[in-house]
């Protein structure tokens, strides 16, 4: 059983900064890659960064400049870094995690439960 438990969402205002972080636990045995995604309402899914495990980042062209995604595998715990917020970065962010388990051959992926980042003045 893993779990991956976000917080930090919020209210913020345009240009203001805010901090989300995930962590997952349970029996691992090693994490690949994590990754940001964000739904807004009425809009589909859309993949924000991702990061290896040896922290190789990717973005989506709307945040490059402005994110950026982190991890401390000593924690399990990927972060994403938001500055110059607009409210067209208004959306539920959700974590995910590709995960090796300690018991068990091959990966699976697991999702955050979301957080709610609002911006607006």
């Known amino acids: 059983q893993v779990q991956l438990v976000e917080s930090g969402g919020g209210l913020v205002q345009p240009g203001g900064s805010l901090r989300l972080s995930c962590a997952a636990s349970?029996?691992?045995?090693?994490?690949?890659?994590m990754a940001w995604y964000r739904q807004a309402p009425g809009k589909q899914r859309e993949l924000v960064a991702t990061?290896?495990?040896?922290?190789?980042?990717n973005y989506a062209e709307s945040v490059k400049d402005r994110f950026t995604i982190s991890r401390d595998n000593a924690k399990n715990t990927v972060y994403l870094q938001m500055n110059s917020l607009k409210p067209e970065d208004t959306a539920t962010y959700y974590c995910?995690?590709?995960?090796?388990?300690?018991?068990?051959?091959?990966?699976?992926?697991?999702w955050g439960q979301g957080t709610q980042v609002t911006v607006s003045s």
């Open positions: 995910n995690a590709n995960v090796r388990l300690a018991w068990r051959t091959g990966w699976y992926a697991y």
């Open positions: 349970g029996s691992i045995g090693s994490v690949g890659i």
């Open positions: 990061i290896t495990s040896v922290a190789s980042t």
